[in-house]
């Protein structure tokens, strides 16, 4: 089967966007992806009780020195019944496992002015090389969805 062709190129590259660990003191007003409850967690308090209770770390992400996205991942993991039917994963099965350990993108927003010009698929890219940095073990790379 032929790989699936996208609709628009990327014109962005990595190199462009500067990624870091989000801080308080980082001014994030302003801020909108277009999803309420996405601008709220980085515009209030959660975004820092998130990062003190362990729960996820929000990266931002700047370019040209405006804020143009935010993600927030974490380690999860899926359990093994969730796979029964993955090829990849057969090899996996054959262990005594509960859970296969995995990544979680938790939350990824580009403010609209900069959507579809191929950040969001940019940060992806560098969110999977997070994942595979090989500090800890990581099999499944997993998205909490919003429709
Ligand atoms: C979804 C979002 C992160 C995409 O970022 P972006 O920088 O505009 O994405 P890109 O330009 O890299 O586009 C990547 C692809 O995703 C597609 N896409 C964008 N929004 C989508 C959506 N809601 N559902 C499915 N696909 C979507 C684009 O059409 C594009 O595919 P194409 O190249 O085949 O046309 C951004 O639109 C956004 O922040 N939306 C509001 C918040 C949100 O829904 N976040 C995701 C859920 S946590």
């Given at each position: 089967m032929a790989p699936r062709s996208f609709e628009h190129p990327v014109s962005?590259?990595?190199?462009?966007l500067r990624v870091e660990p989000f801080r308080e003191t980082h001014d994030v007003k302003g801020f909108d992806c277009g999803n309420g409850d996405l601008n709220d967690f980085l515009c209030t308090s959660e975004v820092s009780k998130y990062e003190k209770l362990g729960l996820g770390t929000t990266y931002l992400v700047h370019r040209w020195g405006n804020l143009v996205a935010y993600f927030t991942v974490s380690s999860d993991s899926m359990r093994v019944e969730y796979l029964k039917?993955?090829?990849?994963?057969s090899e996996v099965r054959e262990l005594r496992l509960e859970a296969i350990p995995g990544f979680k993108i938790g939350r990824l927003a580009v403010d609209t002015r900069h959507q579809k010009r191929g950040i969001g698929r940019t940060l992806i890219k560098c969110i999977a090389g997070m994942a595979l940095e090989g500090k800890v073990g990581v099999r499944v790379l997993m998205v909490q969805a919003k429709p």
């Open positions: 962005i590259s990595l190199e462009e039917t993955a090829k990849s994963f």
